[in-house]
């Protein structure tokens, strides 16, 4: 985007509106704070900054509590509504303690407010990023503002990785009325910073612990490949960790975003009616009510004579059933913004090939070795009859939505047995206050045959942790689904301002 367009216009006025420089070196000299009182006067708008608009702070010493507020106000001096946009321009902020440098904006006349405060979005190199967007402000109204940026003392927790952290930048206000964004694009507008987790990472696996970090502002990078649909690997975002800005509102639900898909869209976890909801599910049933038998950790399976006939996938299972109901219940109008492409992978792969029987030998599947021995999970669908998809006809699925794989978990931040999450809880397991959803609910991964009895990966929120059990055991049920590359939205992915999809334009 243009300079020149990164400011309010009204009619053929272009009037700069910069609100607050501010930059902060943790660590370092003195703060100051201009306390003049600052107008931006015009026949159509009206901007005053109270008490001043520079902030500059130094030697602010690892005791002391960083506290910036500044007040301002917007007047509309024009005969029509308007909408604008808070911005921060060419954002660095490079702190690293979890969950300390955040801010908040409040609004006492009808203007853009937060209940709680967030993160403030990390950027290593210069970024613009908006804080909010498309506000309206009517006819003659005045809107009053306070913006608080906070870093609180916190004796318990290390936070001497903040020392030499830097955040500048300028806050300023730009024109609110463009349209409504591909989903995918704000994704990308919205966190800037990249990042990659590997099982190799300097000598170490990241996914051998729990990832809690916060990562507000943040896409880490991967890969997906289907067998018999890609040719190629596709690279792939996803979120990780503790992110608070990947939030969706779809069909009268709140979701929250998983990762981006092989063929562009993005797929999104059931969170419930509400952002700040502790049940986060659509209710509790057995993945299948039999578990006599390796064919039952099929979505849809067949005749269990071999590794081959359970994947004909000629029956559906208990679990996909009583979520295609819940579908055909709750989002049916909504299926054309609905990727039918998207795959969920029900991984019968074996842990050693050939090991597969329908007697009383125990064996593992695939992902028994890739999440608990080798803590390496992966996106990838190795056999196109696990490759559920509504297009796929060798695993085919009467509507587009199934569930989170146990390799997505543990992308997400979440590992195998005996690693235990601590709060704050990666994104999956939380609600807008931090607490866990749902106490143990499906994913979509086989496990092992042991013991006469067949098992599935689950999430325990009682452990904070992948488990498996029997899949004839009621557990809670917490659908995936794919948003279509084609949707648009308004938002910006936080709890209170989360993307919304626009339906009347988007998948036109």
């Known amino acids: 985007m243009n300079k020149e367009k990164k400011y309010i216009i009204f009619g053929i006025v272009m009037i700069v509106v910069l609100l607050i420089g501010f930059t902060y070196a943790f660590y370092q000299s003195e703060m100051n704070s201009n306390k003049s009182k600052v107008t931006i006067d015009t026949d159509d708008m009206r901007i005053i900054f109270t008490n001043g608009d520079a902030i500059e702070a130094s030697d ?14 917007v007047e509309n001096k024009t005969k029509n509504e308007y909408k604008y946009n808070i911005v921060i321009e060419d954002l660095i902020n490079t702190f690293k303690t979890t969950g300390y440098l955040q801010y908040k904006i409040t609004s006492t006349d009808g203007g853009y407010n937060m209940t709680s405060f967030e993160d403030v979005p990390k950027s290593s190199k210069a970024q613009d990023i908006a804080l909010a967007y498309s506000i309206s402000i009517a006819e003659g109204a005045i809107q009053n503002y306070t913006i608080t940026i906070q870093y609180p003392n916190d004796a318990n927790i290390d936070q001497s990785d903040d020392m030499g952290a830097t955040l500048s930048g300028k806050l300023y206000i730009s024109e609110g009325t463009e349209g409504p964004k591909l989903l995918t694009e704000a994704i990308l507008r919205d966190n800037p910073t ?7 990472n300097n000598g170490t696996n990241d996914f051998s612990t729990p ?11 991967s890969t997906e490949s289907i067998t018999g649909i890609t040719s190629t690997p596709v690279n792939v975002y996803y979120y990780s960790g503790n ?31 509400s952002h700040d909801t502790t049940t986060g599910n659509i209710g509790k049933i057995a993945f299948n009510t039999s578990g006599n038998s390796p064919k039952y950790v099929g979505y849809k399976y067949g005749e269990d004579t ?19 109901t819940w579908y055909q ?23 050693t090939e050939g090991s ?4 009383s030998t125990d064996f593992g599947f695939a992902s028994y070795k890739r999440l608990y021995t080798d803590k390496t999970p992966t996106y990838n669908c190795s056999d196109i009859r696990d490759a ?26 979440g590992t195998a047995w005996y690693a235990n999450m601590s709060t704050p809880y990666a994104w999956f397991i939380s609600n807008s206050s931090g607490t866990q959803v749902s106490r143990y609910w499906w994913s979509l991964s086989p496990i092992d045959w042991i013991y006469g009895r067949t098992s599935e990966w689950y999430w325990n929120s009682v452990g904070a942790r992948l488990s498996n059990n029997n899949v004839s055991n009621a557990f809670a049920v917490r659908p995936a689904i794919s948003l279509s590359s084609c949707v648009k939205v308004t938002g910006r992915g936080t709890a209170d301002d989360p993307y919304v999809v626009d339906y009347e334009n988007s998948c036109k």
């Open 356 to 359: 597969y029987t329908t007697s």
């Open 243 to 273: 992110t608070t800005n990947n939030w969706v509102k779809f069909g009268g639900f709140y979701w929250r975003i998983i990762r981006t898909n092989h063929d562009g869209s993005i797929r999104l976890l059931y969170v419930g009616t």
């Open 60 to 73: 602010v010493y690892a005791e002391d509590n960083l506290d910036i507020v500044k007040t301002f106000s």
């Open 194 to 200: 990249r990042s990659t987790r590997s099982n190799n």
């Open 329 to 351: 219940n709750n989002l049916t109008n909504y299926t054309k913004y609905l990727s039918t492409s998207a795959v969920y992978c029900n991984d019968r792969s074996e842990e």
């Open 211 to 221: 990832f809690t970090e916060t990562t507000t502002g943040t896409l880490f990078t």
């Open 388 to 413: 559920f998809s509504v297009e796929n006809t060798s695993a085919k699925l009467d509507y587009p939505i199934a569930l989170m794989t146990a390799d997505e978990i543990a992308f997400a931040g």
């Open 306 to 324: 071999s590794l081959n006939t359970i994947r004909n996938n000629t029956t559906d299972s208990t679990i996909k059933t009583y979520i295609d």
